[in-house]
T-cell receptor, first 109, second 111 residues
Framework: KNEVEQSPQNLTAQEGEFITINCSYS?????LHWLQQHPGGGIVSLFM???GKKKHGRLIATINIQEKHSSLHITASHPRDSAVYICAGLKTSYDKVIFGPGTSLSVIP | DAGVTQSPTHLIKTRGQQVTLRCSPK?????VSWYQQALGQGPQFIFQ???????QRGNFPDRFSGHQFPNYSSELNVNALLLGDSALYLC??????????FGPGTRLTVT
C-alpha cells in the first residue's frame, strides 16, 4: 500500500464545475503539500497543511488528521486549471516528502 | 523574492558526458532537495543538503552527486550520463522546518 494515495487518477470536468481531488495518507505523515504541475512544466506549491483548511483564490484545501485524509477543491473551474495535481506527504521522522501518484485534471471549455 | 531558481532550463547532452545543474533556494531557506521526474512519472527523491552536507539520499547511484555552498545554493552533478537519465530535475528548498518550494526544473535530454 502506498503511503500517499490519490483519487481519482484522471478527471475531466466542464468549465465552471466544482472539482474535488482526494488524498489519503498513512501514519507518520505530519503535513501535506498540494502541488500543481502543468504539462512539461515545473511544480508549483499550492498549499501546505497540517490541520484545518486553507483557501487561495478558487482553491481550497482541507485536511482531517484523524481520518488521515485531505481534499483539494477547485471552484468555478477553468481550462487553465488543467494540470496534474499532486498530494505529497511530509514524513517528519525521516524528513522526507512522499509523493502521491497525481491526479490528471482536464477542464473542457 | 525570486523564489527557487534553477539553471539551465533545458540541456542536451550525449551518453557518457557529465552534467552540472544549479539551484538557488528561496531567500531564507537553508535546506535543498533534488528530485528526478521521468516523463509521465512522479518525482523521485535524489538527495537533500543541509549545512553543506548531504543529509539524506534516495535510491540513486553514485554517478549522482551534489554540493551545497555556504550561501545555500546547490549543484547536482551526474557523471557518465545514460539515456535513462533524461528527465526533469527539480530542486526544492525550505527552512529547517517548513513548506517546501519547488523550482521550475531543468529538462535534461541525453542522446
Amino acid at each position: 500500500k502506498n503511503e500517499v494515495e490519490q483519487s481519482p487518477q484522471n478527471l475531466t470536468a466542464q468549465e465552471g464545475e466544482f472539482i474535488t481531488i482526494n488524498c489519503s495518507y498513512s501514519v507518520g505523515i505530519s503535513a501535506l503539500h498540494w502541488l500543481q504541475q502543468h504539462p512539461g512544466g515545473g511544480i508549483v506549491s499550492l498549499f501546505m497543511l497540517s490541520s484545518g483548511k486553507k483557501k487561495h483564490g478558487r482553491l481550497i484545501a482541507t485536511i482531517n488528521i484523524q481520518e488521515k485524509h485531505s481534499s483539494l477543491h477547485i471552484t468555478a473551474s477553468h481550462p487553465r486549471d488543467s494540470a496534474v495535481y499532486i498530494c505529497a506527504g511530509l514524513k517528519t521522522s525521516y524528513d522526507k516528502v512522499i509523493f502521491g501518484p497525481g491526479t490528471s485534471l482536464s477542464v473542457i471549455p | 523574492d525570486a523564489g527557487v531558481t534553477q539553471s539551465p532550463t533545458h540541456l542536451i547532452k550525449t551518453r557518457g558526458q557529465q552534467v552540472t545543474l544549479r539551484c538557488s533556494p528561496k531567500s531564507g531557506h537553508d535546506t535543498v532537495s533534488w528530485y528526478q521526474q521521468a516523463l509521465g512519472q512522479g518525482p523521485q527523491f535524489i538527495f537533500q543538503y543541509y549545512e553543506e552536507e548531504e543529509r539524506q539520499r534516495g535510491n540513486f547511484p553514485d554517478r549522482f552527486s551534489g554540493h551545497q555552498f555556504p550561501n545555500y545554493s546547490s549543484e547536482l552533478n551526474v557523471n557518465a550520463l545514460l539515456l535513462g537519465d533524461s528527465a526533469l530535475y527539480l530542486c526544492a528548498s525550505r527552512r529547517s522546518v517548513g513548506e517546501q518550494y519547488f523550482g521550475p526544473g531543468t529538462r535534461l535530454t541525453v542522446t
